[in-house]
């Protein structure tokens, strides 16, 4: 019997962080925990009942997961986006009186000098299109299936509140290159924050960095967009898909 | 009962897919193996999904466009797609007006805020309004018809958002605008709730519901709808106005009263196939009128683009600025015949659609047990209307209801089988059948003995 290459290199490297990682205890523990309660991947509805005709609505029980995917492409075309953009607002001009921002400027830089830098803009760009598309069709087909009553009714609360999330991503990054329709964009969102009566200025004062626009609504945007919203988006992602787990699909009888 | 030649099931070699039901099945658990199975689906979704977003970057790269100017004003304000909805609430918001109340000022930037909260409380507080368990649109038409209304009523706001775009579109050729924004204002009510009831007729159909009823309501409501619009339009506004009638009788006028015409007589064509005409021949109907109106139109409103621009801007800007009356309503009463149109039959076949193959029925009905040509199979009900068995043992059938008894979905089976075998006995009345001779009764009187057989 031939002995397999690497061998004791490779004990003596498990070993070493077996020794001060002892891992294997709570590898067990959790595997027990997992088939303790006997869960499984889940099973769709025709290997359930074990069915002989496919439903005409099974396309449209993947529009979550295709909204997944797209999040992951997001979150990849974003992270190499980020080596480049500059969340910098304030508004100078040249010697001709032409307006430009750090952050337009580096947008300029990744369309054009970048290399592939403008793949990577359209691919996050058409991504995050996607992915509000998926999401939106993926309410429609929970909500005429009827999927969100008992027992999901927290499940579909959920969604909804990561519906406001997905909006809330793509209006952050619509502000981000802060161009022409950014600004506008900017500002009706800025005028009705603060037509909210009572909470309306502290709301503008946290989302815009002011009450009015200015070299801080661009860093602030940035920060909701890249940490705030994904750690809360995330996170809220694996409670939504664990709860679907547990749960199992709902599909119509 | 020969329905038919029993048909091979067309996925029963496949995997998940057994030949045995119920829980005594001595074949392999059925179910997907998540590698290869669901791994090689899942990464050729992803590489298409992939694949469509880089060509889209191909095909339209996202333009940058001028940097942030404060001190210009961007001509034409657009925020992202899914955006456009709260932005045309916002701009609906004008109609309401700016009040204080408590110190409190309500703008209309207040109002288009608060209006684009109202859709996500509404969906948030949907599971504790709409109870129950899940079930398919066919079954609850009314929660699909309010979800259909509420996508269109979004999709309204959307375009009504861009109404400066839209409205410089419609204009007649020496640039004056058919289509106002009041027009536009209306999407927001006439069009969700024509589609929210388009959606229940057609769903109903879905269901083997009857429809004549629901038919016959939603096409009088329109044309009593559309008559009462027309006469406000055509004289009420005039007499409103003071004007003489007379000098009303024009070419101009003539034109008008034609369009007109045709879009109240399609009310009274779609109602007429409601009441008097069968699903096929109602159907054949109503694309003979769409062909005949189009026929008669297209050449009409030829002539006058050509030859008399003025009466046909007229024309144009009297039917685009009452568009929801003069388009809409026919049009809904057109599509609400076509899906509504429903020759009355049995319902059993959706219900016995709807069965999900448990077993349960198999492993009670008595038949089952000693009729050899019944074994193996599912429900021998179920079996025959699936055309995979040749319908002989359902004249075994004791309709005892046992499987009714425990079908998970109410499926009342022994209906259907009385039903299907009266069909046939009927039929069979219908066909001449040679009669035996008849023999007479043996009596003491032709030497046979009383009581004899």
Redesign the interface.
Known sequence: MARKPFGGIRKVVFDWFAERFPVTPWAEASRKVFLSIHRQ?P??H??K????T?WY?YPLY?LG??AF??FI?LTITGIVLGFYYVPE?T?TYDIEG????AA?ES??FI?EAVPLG??W???H???A??F??AV?LH??RV????????P??LN??LG?LLL?LS?GF??TG?LL?????????A??GI????????IGDATAEIMFGGLA?GANTVLRMYWLHIFILPLVGIGMMILHMSIVWIQGI???? | MQQGRPERGVREESIGFPTQYGPVRSDKKPGHALMPHEVYRDVVIILIMTGVMFILTGIAVPELGKSANPNVVVEVELPDWYLLWSWGLLKISELFPPITIFGLSFSTLTYGALLSGVPFILILILPFIDKGSESRPAKSNVRAAIGVAGIVWVVAASIYSVNVLIIPRFTTADGTSILSDDTLKWLFVVEPVLAGLVTYVALRRLAFKPMRRINTLLNVSALVLLLALTAYLLIGVNLLEGRDFISLLNRENLFVGLFVGVALSTAVVALFIVYFLDEHRGRRTLFLWMAFVLALLTPVTWYLMTFEQGIFDTVQTYIMTNSHVFIALPIFSLVVTYFGQRTPYSDYEFKLNECYQCGRCHIVCPITKVEADALGGLNLVYNVYKRQHDGVPMWSCLTCDACSAVCPLDINYSAYVLTERAKVMKAKQRIPVERPTVVARPTAANGGMEGDP
């Not at chain 1, 909500?143 to 008992?150: I, Q, V």
């Not at chain 1, 709902?250 to 009888?253: I, Q, T, W, Y």
Request: proline residues 5%; charged residues 10%; positive net charge.
């Open positions: 991947m099973r769709s025709a290997e009942y074990e069915l002989k496919i609505w993947c997961g295709l995917i797209s492409i607002g508004i032409n307006p430009g921002s337009y947008l300029v369309m403008f793949v803009r359209g691919v760009h058409w991504a299109h996607i509000i598309a939106f309410m429609a909500y005429f299936t009827g999927a969100y009553k008992k999901r009714e579909w609360i909804v406001l909006l793509g209006y619509y290159p802060w161009n022409a329709l950014a600004f506008s964009a500002t009706i005028n009705m924050a603060t037509s909210i009566p009572i626009l709902a599909e119509p009888h």
